[in-house]
């Protein structure tokens, strides 16, 4: 039987299990990212675990989340990150250089190569024919010590894309009509392969927009054929070398396939406060809006920049709105400033922004009270642009552009006509200028700078043989780690988990960290319960850490999100489910809750019995776990383990 593009690429990296789907198998990573705000914890990890080199074909560490250096504390971690790189053969792209997926897709990403990087929008690879996958730090640090990765075998959903997009709909709104169909839950465990005549008429940068944002699908990540296309991108940027052709062979069997007529897809938008949320932009209509910012791993690259910079030529941003442009990469930003797209950008009234995330992850340009802020990133969280009132809208460069230029939500097709559609070409050779990112030195005998700020990664002890806590939260459905750890301002204690603590679950329930330490103190457990897909969003393996340090053991839910179950069991902490959902209700903050038996059960069948002391009602629970996932828990987490093992 004939294979799919998922199955030739993760087949060909299989280390352990079989190709089975829904059962675990342990895939070889040819290739690891990493970023700053989760970078220092992953080095951090792989030196606990006492590896002295990386495995990996290519590893890279950037530096693009933490750059606004408000204290010593962004700066001392860059430096950490340097050194640490250098000396255990990893590469170093400064800061200045780009964002992580931007960069990486540009220089190193390879066709039928596995990444694996500690920030959800690796899949971001997917573009280039890559299976990209994201992951918390800890598993990156594994993988970059020669460790397989584990995940599930996947179903494999097919996305046929037939017909040819209009003018001025482009590649975000294939993603955001996708989002619309399958929604941001209920997809862990699936891979989305796209293919169909329709793919064909998209570049690189336009399929990697649509694998970036199928992060927010929930799945373990997405991937696009390697064709002509992507061989005429890999030879713009000097990398022809690593070409390979990798389709779905003609008989290839998908679990799902769901086909997508390009020419009938609009301009869309994704409303507060989920990348699930969707309407045409027509229905938005009219809507003022305050803030317009375009940039971040999704759309910045040079077809995007250009697209705008045509778009605004000669012309002003309206009068109430304030634009912000960021290129993805420093390629991006030095081709359009030599020929004179970024002078367009300017003129216009746009502020020119840092090549980094900046306003994606809430770190600089938070909106006004009550704004409505238009983006071309791919996370609308409540609260993630660091204004609770705001309303954050997610949509394409060329939306974007619109609201700019009328300070309202404007259908481009009702503002430019179908021949003012810019034919951005992408160049048939980049500037290529890799002098930001810098080679390891490979000395083992390099001192490794450490600021004040970077402590070492807290241990956890084994798992107790009986639970005896109470609920510190109970939150609802969609909780994602944004909800839990927050970002923004609060971004620079990232290598600092004590301080980074303080702050868990800060605007759900102020004072949640204080109770949840005093529990610690006085021997009694802390318990999540949470609804469905709680640990939605980012990789940040701190939703893990820092509940973790305060003394969390256990997490109930309706559903979890795979990222973060992994992050759970990395840490030691037990992740649930509820053997009938309505038991949900049964259980209030507060709550006195016992379980017996913990370590035998889990080590059995995982079922286990909670025994609601202040309802006085037992409610069943599954904590279904791997062998490997049972002997990880057991021992209190992932280093514990390793540690057991020597
Ligand atoms: C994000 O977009 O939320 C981030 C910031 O890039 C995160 C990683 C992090 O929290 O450091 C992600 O998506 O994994
Ligand atoms: Fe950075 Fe935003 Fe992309 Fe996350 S989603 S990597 S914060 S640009």
Not at 19 to 39: F, N, R, S, Y
Not at 206 to 224: C, D, K, P, Y
Not at 343 to 359: K, T
Not at 522 to 531: K, L, Q, R, W
């Amino acid at each position: 039987m004939g294979k799919n593009v998922v199955q030739k690429i993760i087949d060909s990296h299989i280390v352990e299990g079989k190709p089975q789907c829904g059962t675990e198998v342990g895939i070889k990573i040819d290739q690891t990212l990493t970023q700053d705000a989760t970078g220092t914890m992953a080095y951090l990890q792989f030196e606990a675990l006492g590896f002295d080199k990386v495995k990996t074909e290519i590893s890279v560490s950037y530096v693009d989340h933490n750059t606004i250096q408000e204290g010593f504390e962004n700066a001392d971690d860059h430096k950490y990150l340097r050194t640490v790189a250098s000396r255990f053969g990893i590469r170093f792209s400064k800061p200045g250089n780009g964002i992580c997926h931007q960069v990486h897709l540009e220089r190193f990403g390879c066709p039928g190569k596995t990444l694996l990087g500690s920030d959800s929008h690796t899949p971001t690879g997917g573009g280039i024919g890559m299976i990209s996958i994201g992951a918390g730090g800890l598993d990156v640090a594994v993988a970059m010590g020669g460790g397989p990765f584990y995940m599930t075998y996947p179903r494999v959903v097919k996305v046929e894309l037939t017909g040819k997009l209009s003018p001025w709909v482009s590649a975000k709104d294939i993603i955001l009509k996708v989002l619309q169909i399958l929604s941001t839950k209920g997809n862990v465990g699936s891979i989305v392969e796209y293919g169909g005549e329709g793919v064909v008429a998209l570049s690189v940068p336009q399929r990697a927009t649509i694998t970036n944002m199928g992060a927010e699908l929930g799945v373990t990540t997405s991937v696009f054929p390697s064709d002509e296309i992507t061989r005429e991108f890999l030879e713009a940027q000097g990398r022809g070398a690593c070409f390979v052709p990798i389709t779905a062979d003609e008989d290839a069997q998908y679990d799902r396939v769901i086909t997508i007529d390009l020419s009938t897809l609009e301009p869309l938008a994704a409303c507060p406060h989920s990348p699930g949320n969707i309407k045409t932009v027509r229905e938005l209509s009219g809507t003022e809006v305050d803030q317009v910012l375009i940039g971040s791993c999704t759309n910045a690259s040079y077809r995007d920049i250009m697209l705008v910079a045509n778009a605004l030529k000669g012309k002003r941003v309206a009068s109430g709105t304030e634009l912000g442009v960021a290129c993805g990469s420093r390629q991006v930003m030095s081709m359009v400033s030599r020929n004179g797209a970024l002078a367009d950008i300017i003129e216009s009234g746009a502020r020119i922004l840092e090549l980094a995330c900046g306003f994606c992850i809430g770190n600089s340009m938070a909106p006004r009270t009550n704004a409505v802020s238009v983006r071309t990133s791919n996370r609308n969280f409540f609260g993630r642009s660091g204004t609770s009132s705001a309303d954050v809208y997610l949509v394409s460069p060329e939306t974007a552009v619109a609201a700019a230029l009328t300070g309202k939500f404007t259908d481009p097709r009702d503002l430019f006509s179908s021949e003012d559609y810019p034919k951005i070409e992408l160049p048939s050779k980049f500037t290529i200028d890799d002098s930001m990112i810098l080679e390891p030195s490979n000395d083992t005998s390099a001192e490794i700078y450490r600021g004040p700020n970077i402590g070492a990664p807290p241990s956890n002890d084994s798992c107790p043989d009986e639970i005896k806590g109470e609920v510190t939260i109970k939150v609802g459905d969609k909780i994602t780690t944004d909800h839990i750890m927050p970002a923004g301002s609060r971004l620079k204690y990232r290598s600092n988990i004590p301080k980074y603590a303080e702050f868990v679950f800060e605007r759900e329930a102020p004072g949640f960290s204080e109770r949840a330490l005093k529990n610690r103190e006085n021997g009694i457990h802390n318990i999540i319960i949470a609804g469905e897909s709680y640990g939605q969003g980012s990789s940040r393996e701190h939703a893990a850490i820092c509940p973790m340090y305060l003394g969390v053991k256990l997490v109930v839910a309706k559903s979890i999100e795979r990222i973060h179950r992994a992050n759970l069991i990395n840490f030691g902490i037990i992740p649930a489910f509820f053997a009938n959902e309505e038991d949900y209700e049964r259980i209030d903050d507060g709550d006195k809750l016992e379980i017996c038996n913990v370590r035998n059960a889990l080590e059995r069948d995982g079922e286990l019995v909670l025994n609601n002391r202040t309802k006085g009602v037992e409610i069943k629970i599954n904590a279904i776990l791997t062998g490997r996932e049972k002997e990880m828990i057991l021992a209190g987490g992932l280093i514990n383990a390793t540690r057991n093992k020597k």
